[in-house]
């Protein structure tokens, strides 16, 4: 039999912990405090520790008594039992296999199909397609430093790769795909990236980028593990290399075979960089895992965090019947040892979620209208697990729920989505291209009939373009009438809530533990205040999102109305106006209300994936392969939220009262926290700036509209007067026609 040594020096550190201090810093317990428990000399517990195979066994049983360690434990805690990592086994290989055939087929394409650029619809943009349909999902590790990511992270993935240690430990945004999804381009493991990447633009398509663009704009250095060690984390010896802001990590674990991990820096108690970081990385989650330590489990920061996470994760439900509410996401106790009992840590978690639910009311009942099934405590409670490495039994459930998860849910959800995308990007391509040709047809056929539509549609321009104008016009109106409505909500939520009296029937009514009131109350009232300006800039936002489409109709019915007077039907002029508005806006980086109208656009069709548009929609927080896209305001775009700080900066301010009645006291000083930290204010700001974006987004939008529409009347005219030859419209035909065969004979094996 293989002798096991215990060290005992790991162990003393891995489960001895003396509570955290003031910084929340976690303190193992010392030397010293073990030799004292012991009644042994300090130089005593040195030398065991060094020499662990020499300990008397009834000093060990103590030692272990000591460190409430039980004799099975203490030998997984010395290796035996290290985390082996989950294997949901290859749930993409069907799927990866479809998008190599679809990449060869377009790599295969004759030249004149390879360049055709007159449509949207062409070899290219169904290359980006397969590039976006075989992106693996992937899983984002978050939540304050220290809690445990980087450890639960290297766990699963059955490794100790990731840098994980005391103090705040992981520094930059790391990236981990397995080894065989390394770009061609790249020799190393593992590459450091500085901020010039665009990470949730960039992610999905390093593939496309070539060493010479990543040398020139992106790369800081590359080479092994050590690497990650000397940039990544922040005692390293490059930690103070500024320029280091993204790792990507290429490793070989069965994990990674279903997924791709997110390793974030650590939320600290203030806004700094690592914080920054956490929340750009998090913008790329399919899958969220939110760490806290099982000590002082979720504190009202972290449900700060977690509910701006929360919102913006894509939504499966209703795809599957019977998907698990919230399936995507794990909210981790993390620090799980024996120091608790099992009974323990359910008690924990149960209050935990019932805390959770109460205090981010608002959050769940919007999350809820979204997801179409209601949130509770109970399916939050259903969604957090413990862990600790050591312990089979305090990771199990996580593991094989996350397991199941990524073998089996996930995929048949995805597979589903994929299927239909593909399909329909088919049709609407083969819609949009047969159009046009039909329409070079009726030209080349009847040009008389296509001359009297043409002469028709140039007399209407007068009267289309007046009505476009005072649509537009009254359009720009409303959302300055949007805005003041927004505002006066504001005051009106702000008047209803921030009284005295009223605050203080609240604290009655909803809190029996001044403790709990003092810890969560400014949140409540924050997520409440949130929650109302949300759905009212939602209701507003659809408004203004019938009045669009009415907008684009405009367009279309200048071009049926203008064939509408002959007998016969001869000329159909197709014009792609949602394309064209969506077309004006993809420069913005933010789009107000119009995130909602871009987002109800449809299971993607052919626009939103044509072209680099779904690196776009990432940058603007909509993500591409969800149910569809998601229609809960808030977490699309500009939020109509105070924002992570103000919210973090009222919950502290309202942690210290004396005085009066306790809840009056505190219904005092949570208005003077609201005040002096100008919620209000910042409240106006961000209203205001949610409009500002939604009429620059609007006016870009009906621009481009207009600019494509007089462009195509000008190509219809050259063609019609003559300017275009017929051997240069019967070219274009057949290259159309070759181009609609290629996209018809697209090669997919339904995955569902
Ligand atoms: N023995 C043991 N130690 C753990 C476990 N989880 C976390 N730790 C320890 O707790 C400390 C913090 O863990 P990390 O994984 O580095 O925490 P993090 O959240 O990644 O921290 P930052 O990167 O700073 O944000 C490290 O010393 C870990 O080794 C566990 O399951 N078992
Ligand atoms: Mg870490």
């Not at 490794?159 to 945004?173: F, N």
């Not at 190393?188 to 398509?205: P, T």
């Given at each position: 039999m293989e002798a096991k040594v215990i060290d005992l020096s790991k162990l003393r550190k891995a489960t001895g912990w003396q509570g955290t201090d003031q910084s929340g810093k976690v303190n193992p317990i010392t030397q010293e405090d073990l030799s004292q428990r012991l009644n042994i000399d300090q130089s005593q517990v040195s030398r065991y520790e060094n020499d662990p195979s020499s300990i008397p066994l009834d000093l060990l049983f103590h030692w272990l008594q000591a460190l409430g360690v039980r004799l099975e434990d203490a030998f997984e805690m010395a290796g035996k039992n290290e985390p082996l990592g989950i294997n949901p086994g290859l749930p993409w290989q069907k799927l990866q296999r479809n998008c190599g055939l679809l990449m060869e087929y377009v790599h295969g394409a004759k030249a004149t199909v390879r360049n055709f650029r007159e449509s949207a619809f062409n070899a290219e943009s169904l290359r980006v397609l397969a590039q976006e349909l075989r992106r693996k999902p992937n899983i984002v590790f978050t939540g304050k430093f220290d809690s445990g990511k980087s450890?639960?992270?290297?766990?699963?993935?059955?490794?100790?790769?990731?840098?994980?240690?005391?103090?705040?430990?992981?520094?930059?945004?790391?990236?981990?795909?397995?080894?065989?999804?390394?770009?061609?381009?790249?020799?190393?493991?593992?590459?450091?990236?500085?901020?010039?990447?665009?990470?949730?633009?960039?992610?999905?398509?390093?593939?496309?980028?070539?060493?010479?663009?990543?040398?020139?704009?992106?790369?800081?250095?590359?080479?092994?593990?050590?690497i990650l060690k000397a940039y990544g984390t922040h005692d390293g010896k490059y930690s103070e290399v500024k320029d280091a802001k993204y790792a990507l990590v290429y490793m070989d674990s069965p994990l990674l075979e279903a997924c791709n991990i997110v390793d974030l820096p650590g939320y600290g108690a203030s806004e700094d960089e690592d914080v920054e970081r956490a929340r750009e990385g998090g913008k790329v989650a399919d899958i969220l895992v939110y760490t806290s330590n099982s000590t002082g489990f979720l504190d009202a920061e972290d449900f700060v965090r977690m509910q701006y996470e929360v919102s913006r994760l894509p939504a499966f439900e209703g795809s599957v019947k019977d998907y698990p509410l919230l399936g995507n996401l794990y909210i981790v106790a993390t620090h799980a040892s024996r120091d608790k009992t099992q009974e323990d840590l359910d008690a924990i978690l149960t209050t935990a979620s019932n805390r959770l639910y109460q205090t981010m009311s608002e959050t769940w009942r919007a999350l809820s209208t979204a997801r179409g099934r209601t949130i509770d405590a109970g399916v939050l409670r259903a969604r957090m697990f413990t862990y600790w490495a050591e312990l089979p039994d305090r990771r199990k459930n996580l593991e094989e729920c996350m397991t199941s998860y990524l073998a089996t849910t996930l995929p048949k959800v995805k597979n589903g989505i994929l299927d239909q995308t593909v399909a329909e990007y088919k049709s609407e391509a083969d819609k949009e291209l047969s159009a046009r040709i039909a329409e070079y047809q009726a030209i080349m056929e009847d040009t008389t009939n296509a001359e009297r539509t043409y002469e028709e549609l140039k007399r209407n321009e007068p009267t289309r373009k007046k009505r476009v104008e005072n649509t537009k016009l009254n359009i720009i109106n409303q959302i300055r009438a949007h805005r003041k409505e927004h505002l006066d909500e504001l005051t009106r939520v702000y008047e209803e809530n921030l009284n005295i009296d009223g605050l203080e029937r609240l604290i009655k009514g909803k809190y029996k533990e001044k403790n709990e009131a003092q810890r969560y109350l400014g949140t409540y009232l924050l997520d409440h205040i949130q929650g109302r300006l949300s759905s009212v800039g939602e209701e507003k936002a659809k408004l203004l999102k019938l009045e669009i489409d009415e907008f684009l109709q405009i367009y279309d019915m200048a071009l049926t109305s203008a064939s509408a007077d002959i007998e016969k039907p001869g000329l159909s002029i197709p014009f792609d106006a949602k394309g064209a508005f969506l077309a004006g806006l993809t420069g913005l980086a933010t789009l107000g209300a119009l995130s909602i109208w871009v987002s109800t656009m449809g299971n993607l069709g052919g626009y939103i994936l044509a072209a680099k548009l779904s690196g776009w929609l990432a940058t603007v927080g909509i993500s591409v392969g969800g149910k569809a896209l998601i229609t809960y305001l808030a977490s699309i775009g500009g939020p109509v939220t105070a924002g992570i700080a103000i919210a973090l900066a009222v919950a502290a301010a309202i942690w210290s009262i004396f005085g009066d009645s306790w809840q009056r006291r505190l219904a005092k000083k949570t208005i003077d926290a609201f005040n002096t930290k100008d919620v209000q204010k910042k409240f106006t700001e961000n209203i205001n700036a949610f409009w500002r974006d939604t009429e620059i987004a609007f006016r870009d939008g009906a621009e481009s509209v207009e600019k494509k529409f007089m462009k195509n009347l000008k190509h219809l005219d050259d063609v019609i007067k003559g300017r275009i030859s017929r051997d240069t419209l019967k070219a274009k035909i057949a290259q159309f026609n070759k181009v609609k065969d290629f996209l018809a004979n697209t090669p997919w094996v339904p995955l569902a």
């Open positions: 450890r639960l992270a290297n766990g699963l993935l059955g490794r100790r790769d990731l840098p994980d240690k005391y103090q705040p430990a992981t520094r930059l945004i790391t990236y981990v795909c397995h080894i065989n999804d390394k770009p061609s381009w790249l020799r190393e493991e593992v590459l450091i990236l500085n901020r010039n990447f665009d990470f949730s633009r960039d992610i999905s398509m390093l593939d496309s980028l070539s060493i010479d663009e990543v040398n020139k704009n992106y790369k800081v250095v590359a080479g092994n593990l050590e």
